[in-house]
């Protein structure tokens, strides 16, 4: 049993008491002011590589694949964003394509171009974009550059099963077999490796024209 411990003289605990008395909370309800983020797309000038990466315009983050980004291909990369963000104009991100051929940052533009058609119904476009862009990518040694290239690959893959491309289907089935596909991209490869075999063992159930 716990016993409280008391002075031996009870006035005075009453004076200490007294002296001591409780103080009332102070409570801050004061508004804190925060300055929301800004809902404009924007990115600095000069803009980094890191800045690039981090802008958040497509489906598919961007990358640089097959080289290091100068400064030139990331000013130019920079401008055609700018402009896209503006009026999300696809025309503007092929024309860039066109202007820069070489810049590593086109796998990832053309990458995103096709998600961008696809979306929009214009299949043929999106498959030539998915093409185009595998082969840009296709060899780059870093981690990063190899995942733009391989979600490039595994679109292109599955468009061409969709459409009943078998042949070339199995050609970049096997041209992709070495290559490490992860997560979403691994997904969506092992589909295709199914749909595949389906139009090979089943081809009445895959090519289907007329009423049925």
């Given at each position: 049993m716990?016993?409280t ?6 006035s005075?605990?009453?004076v ?31 803009a980094?590589t890191?800045d ?6 497509f ?5 640089p ?5 100068t ?14 963000a503006?009026?999300k ?11 820069n051929p070489?810049?590593p940052w086109?796998a990832?533009v053309?990458?995103?171009l096709g998600?961008?058609?696809f979306q929009q119904?214009?299949f043929?476009?999106a498959?030539?974009?998915w093409r185009q862009?595998w082969d ?5 040694q ?13 679109e ?5 099963c ?5 042949s070339e289907?199995?050609?970049l089935l096997?041209?992709?077999?070495g ?8 997904n ?9 075999k ?15």
């Amino acid at each position: 049993m716990w016993l409280t411990r008391l002075p031996a003289n009870p006035s005075l605990f009453a004076v200490e008491t007294a002296a001591s008395p409780a103080t009332a909370p102070h409570v801050n309800r004061t508004a804190p002011s925060v300055k929301p983020p800004s809902s404009e797309f924007s990115l600095p000038d000069p803009a980094s590589t890191e800045d690039l990466r981090q802008a958040r315009l497509f489906a598919e983050p961007l990358t640089p694949a097959g080289g290091t980004p100068t400064a030139g291909d990331n000013a130019a990369l920079a401008a055609v964003l700018r402009t896209y963000a503006a009026g999300k104009d696809p025309g503007a991100l092929e024309a860039y394509v066109q202007a820069n051929p070489a810049s590593p940052w086109v796998a990832g533009v053309l990458t995103n171009l096709g998600l961008l058609k696809f979306q929009q119904g214009y299949f043929s476009a999106a498959l030539a974009d998915w093409r185009q862009a595998w082969d840009a990518g296709k060899d780059a040694q870093d981690a990063a550059g190899q995942a733009i290239a391989n979600r490039a690959a595994a679109e292109l893959i599955r468009m061409y099963c969709r459409v009943g491309r078998q042949s070339e289907a199995e050609a970049l089935l096997a041209e992709t077999a070495g290559r490490s596909f992860r997560g979403r991209t691994a997904n969506m490869m092992a589909e295709s490796r199914q749909a595949v075999k389906i139009m090979e063992r089943q081809p009445a159930n895959c090519f289907k024209c007329g009423p049925y």
